[in-house]
């Protein structure tokens, strides 16, 4: 398993411990789905907080060393299940807290994403930098960022590529609040415990209302727009990226 479930009374810690700082393959992306899938299921939980065993990374964004190996279609079924992750995730009707203690860029930012409420380690960095290398942002991905950055701070997460730390990353919506290093991950449990008071009928019908119409816009057009996703990944432009990336990670 590239994840452990962690619970602690009605809390539940979904942990990603992977090799590679959790670079995000398709043994985690499937984990992740079926962890979901489990913790929305388990009535004994009320609350799970999204974090990593990794101290300086929460989650660097997919494996390209994994990726690399894959051809058009098989580059195409990760992605649509990929998609299938954030489904699942945003979708949880129970409250979620991300606990963003280490770098969650790409990918990883996407999976902070997801959570009711994400909170940054001081000097921690989220970002999206898909455009950077060369691939649109998932139509999901957009979605998701709609229905959590105010409108003014959508272009500037999405388009620029660049990491946001500290205050900046809560001006722009990235995350709620930036907490010292030291501690981090007992105060965001105790902001997931206040939540998980709450009565869990009026949240679960309330995070219904929230997302239900988002969740639909996003499963309604992703398989309509994967395929440019897969085009970009392979143009000659995003190849040499890719390989000047994996030639600096000592995997060309």
């Given at each position: 398993?590239?994840?452990?479930?962690?619970?602690?009374?009605?809390?539940?810690?979904?942990?990603?411990?992977?090799?590679?700082?959790?670079?995000?393959?398709?043994?985690?992306?499937?984990?992740?789905?079926?962890?979901?899938?489990?913790?929305?299921?388990?009535?004994?939980?009320?609350?799970?907080?999204?974090?990593?065993?990794?101290?300086?990374?929460?989650?660097?964004?997919?494996?390209?060393?994994?990726?690399?190996?894959?051809?058009?279609?098989?580059?195409?079924?990760?992605?649509?299940?990929?998609?299938?992750?954030?489904?699942?995730?945003?979708?949880?009707?129970?409250?979620?807290?991300?606990?963003?203690?280490?770098?969650?860029?790409?990918?990883?930012?996407?999976?902070?994403?997801?959570?009711?409420?994400?909170?940054?380690?001081?000097?921690?960095?989220?970002?999206?930098?898909?455009?950077?290398?060369?691939?649109?942002?998932?139509?999901?991905?957009?979605?998701?960022?709609?229905?959590?950055?105010?409108?003014?701070?959508?272009?500037?997460?999405?388009?620029?590529?660049?990491?946001?730390?500290?205050?900046?990353?809560?001006?722009?919506?990235?995350?709620?609040?930036?907490l010292p290093a030291d501690g981090f991950e007992g105060a965001?449990?105790?902001?997931?415990?206040?939540?998980?008071?709450?009565?869990?009928?009026?949240?679960?019908?309330?995070?219904?209302?929230?997302?239900?119409?988002?969740?639909?816009?996003?499963?309604?057009?992703?398989?309509?727009?994967?395929?440019?996703?897969?085009?970009?990944?392979?143009?000659?432009?995003?190849?040499?990226?890719?390989?000047?990336?994996?030639?600096?990670?000592?995997?060309?």
């Open positions: 398993m590239s994840l452990r479930i962690e619970r602690e009374g009605p809390l539940a810690r979904l942990r990603l411990d992977k090799a590679r700082a959790n670079a995000m393959d398709a043994a985690l992306v499937g984990d992740l789905t079926r962890a979901a899938a489990e913790l929305r299921t388990d009535d004994g939980v009320r609350g799970i907080l999204l974090c990593s065993a990794h101290p300086r990374v929460f989650c660097p964004g997919l494996d390209l060393v994994a990726l690399d190996a894959y051809d058009a279609p098989a580059l195409r079924a990760f992605l649509l299940r990929f998609a299938e992750m954030v489904w699942a995730l945003y979708g949880l009707d129970k409250p979620v807290v991300a606990a963003v203690g280490g770098h969650a860029v790409a990918g990883g930012c996407i999976l902070a994403l997801t959570a009711d409420l994400r909170l940054i380690a001081q000097g921690a960095q989220m970002g999206l930098n898909e455009v950077k290398i060369g691939v649109p942002l998932p139509w999901t991905v957009t979605v998701l960022l709609r229905a959590n950055l105010a409108a003014t701070s959508v272009a500037d997460v999405a388009l620029d590529g660049r990491n946001f730390a500290d205050d900046e990353a809560v001006r722009v919506g990235l995350a709620h609040a930036a965001a449990v105790a902001v997931l415990a206040r939540l998980a008071e709450r009565d869990p009928l009026a949240t679960r019908t309330t995070k219904r209302y929230l997302r239900t119409p988002f969740l639909e816009e996003m499963k309604a057009r992703e398989a309509d727009h994967v395929d440019e996703f897969v085009a970009a990944w392979f143009s000659p432009a995003t190849c040499e990226r890719r390989r000047q990336i994996l030639a600096s990670l000592g995997k060309s």
